[in-house]
């Protein structure tokens, strides 16, 4: 039976999520075939997307991250190094375990569990704990009814043990995760209150260039903080669908940034705006994209500026070839060697 990865005390990371509201999560990863880069076992806590704490096989040490972890007092730091190390026997021997109900003997292996809770702005929480092997879904709770389930073959035997009732370990996991975890929780977000409900609003800049026959418009919403918001474009007051992913980017001091981008058609009396909904905000932002008539039919300019980079590149070919009959054979060669080295990476 694979024994769980657990400690008495959870270090957990809290994420500010769309729901409204909190979460503590912990992240363990053991592997079979350790290296330099990546320890055999590592542990990390997140409140709110910030990364509180470590713990690694290669250190055998509990640390704090996050600047405000520093505020708990040392015997703490102590006794999460001890269940540290404790969770790193029992993950080893996960690994072993998985890689004899696979019917493997060697190779890269890896055996991760997630557990944390989630407490929300009206009062409400919710738990989650989950299994994975080698990057698959392994095992999970059902924290509705508190029973494990098997994700494949191999973790039927997990499940089955872990659901007989003198085993009780859905009963302990619901113990915790509804008890110890919250209130682990609010004692994190009481040490760290003022970085975690830091709000910073976002700016936002609309653009647009032609796009053929179209327009592409782009919302650029940038230097916000906390990372989760909700950005698209609307035409006359409804959502158009994206054509790209969107993607939330780190900036270098902390703030994140998205853009959203889409391909209309201008249509007259239509309005385009870009929508944009965070926590900073005391309600939504509404920015329009105003276009002129130079901008309604942007394939007669696009059709201009083909016209005159096909010139321009007639042009420069000529000017290319005059210079390459007029320059010595000399010196023509150390003009490929420095094009040559242009192309190589920097050191």
Partial sequence: MIVTCCRVILLCNLIHASYGGHSLRYYHTTVSSPDHE??????????????????????GRSVPVAHWMKKLEHEYWEEET???REAEKTCELNVMISMSRFNQTGGFHSFQDMYGCELRDDGSTRGYWQYGYDGKD????????????????????????????????????????????????KKYLEYGKEELERRVRPEVKVSSRPSGSAMKLHCQVYG????????????????????????????????????????????D???????????????????PWVYSLGTKA??????????????????IGAIFVWCLYRTPVLKRRNHNLCCYRQHHPLP
Avoid at 38 to 59: A, K, L, N
Avoid at 238 to 267: F, W
Avoid at 298 to 315: D, F, G, M, Q, T
Wanted: hydrophobic residues 30%; charged residues 25%.
């Fill in 138 to 185: 392994f095992l999970t709770l059902d924290t509705e009814s508190w029973v494990y389930y098997n994700l494949t073959v191999q973790a039927q035997l997990s499940a089955q043990r872990w659901n007989e009732p003198k085993e009780r370990t859905g009963a302990r996991a619901k113990d915790y995760l509804e008890t110890d975890c919250i209130d682990w929780l």
């Fill in 38 to 59: 990546m320890p055999q076992y590592t542990s990390v806590g997140y409140v709110d997307r910030i990364q509180i704490t470590r713990y690694g096989s290669d250190t």
């Fill in 224 to 267: 916000f903080y906390p990372r989760d918001v909700d950005v698209n474009w609307k035409k006359n007051g409804t959502d158009i669908p994206s054509d790209e992913a969107k993607q939330i980017l780190p900036n270098s001091d902390g703030t994140y940034q998205i853009r959203a981008s889409v391909e209309v058609t201008p249509e």
């Fill in 298 to 315: 942007p394939h007669k300019r696009s059709s201009l500026w083909r016209i005159i980079c096909v010139a321009a590149a007639i042009l």
């Fill in 269 to 287: 009396g239509a309005s385009y705006s870009c929508h944009v909904d965070h926590s900073s905000l005391d309600e939504p932002l509404l920015v």
């Fill in 82 to 84: 001890q269940n540290g």
